[in-house]
């Protein structure tokens, strides 16, 4: 009874944040879009079915839904978009915060990389 709302309140967060993440490079957007869809699946399946149907989104989320797999041009998007958020986080407020963007950047990205196609 109460898990409903508890996973209404996670997704609406974590598509709050996946937005932000479409203009932060740093941010991952389609795992937030997967954990919101996720939460909606449990809580209101017509908003899991918007984000699977949406045009730019829908089919990695599709991918990672149906076969646990990442595209080749989403994989060197990401590293890519991530990599010009760490430069940018190198440029604008240096060291030590560069550490962060290049530790996530590091992890994500190996992880991204090593996904299945």
Do not use: Q
Not at 9 to 33: E, F, Q, R, S
């Amino acid at each position: 009874m109460i898990a409903r709302p508890l996973y209404l309140t996670g997704g609406l967060i974590a598509l709050g944040l996946g937005l932000i993440g479409v203009a932060l490079p740093i941010m991952p957007t389609v795992p937030l879009l997967l954990l919101a869809a996720f939460c909606f699946a449990r809580s209101h399946p017509e908003w899991a079915r918007r984000l699977y149907n949406h045009p730019t989104y829908g089919p990695g989320l599709r991918d990672w839904r149906d076969r646990r797999a990442i595209s080749r041009r989403a994989k060197v998007s990401a590293i890519l978009a991530m990599s010009a958020g760490a430069a940018f986080t190198w440029f604008t407020v240096g060291f030590p915060w560069v550490w962060l963007s290049l530790a996530v950047l590091t992890i994500a990205g190996t992880w991204i990389w090593t996904r299945n196609e």
